[in-house]
């Protein structure tokens, strides 16, 4: 049996994936993700689901391939959740399943306050939010961003396709992330040009105490400046230069999600904004690499266009 504090969240997530009971769901799970796994193939099995499960080693690295003939073996299911120490988001396989039908959600690095807390949400009002926030975004060619830590940093966003991560994962290729609540794109390669202040978190690296600051040039991060500077560079080092691509620019839209030091949780939190550094193929981009870093920022403005519609943290559109 589940831990009892796990029951709801977990109840919560099969409504998220629109599981029906002649539905056929995969967990994917390793070691360290083993308690909230079962309480989810429990949440599964009232349904009456076929569920199976399977644990995998906990991968090298954000972004890292699942181990062989895993990839091939989603292909037979409806669905797949994936609580995982490391993000299976930025994977082709996770790439290939979606593409073939298979509605996917992911955990990665999923804490248990996190699962308790941000699986609390009304994702219906977090689908209604974003795709509200998503209209606005819709027509918009260059996106700004400044924040009292330091930000100063522009992009274009041009035909990119606007992704709005609802937690709604209930029609044949949806994916999302759980907990969810973003509005996101991959910004034009080549396009960013400014300084990031990551003063939230930096996934690899957890809740920072002083900014970290991150020189884009080109759409290409080439300097860091301050906390943990160097440890991050270390992080994005072996895998060359496009793991510093300006991969992702999100916007959160979850009520319940806190900054934690969890990118999968910091990054849907309201009144912030995040920008990531590294594969945005998920996203509709063309840089393939297996890293994907997200670096949240406290209390954006943000522009789209000459519009603000945000103010130190604060929608007013």
Known sequence: MPARKYIKPAQTSMKCLGLKQTEKLLIITDQNMLSIAWSLFDAALEIGANVQLIRIPVADSHGSEPPEPLPEFMLKFDAVIAPTTKSMSHTDARRAATKAGVRIATMPGILEETFIRAMAADYEIIAARGKALAKHMKLTKLIKVTSPSGTDIEFTKNDRKILVDTGLVHSPGNFCNLP????????????????????????????????LFITIEKGYAAKFKGYKAQELEQLLQPFGKDARNLAEFGIGTNDKARLCGSPLEDEKVIGTIHLALGDNQSMGGNVAVSSHLDGIIKRPSVWFDDRLVMRDGEFIV
């Open 180 to 211: 969810a609540g973003e509005v996101f794109i991959a910004p034009n390669e080549g396009s960013g040009n400014g300084i990031i202040a990551v003063d939230g978190s930096m996934a690899g690296i957890g809740l920072v105490k002083s900014p």
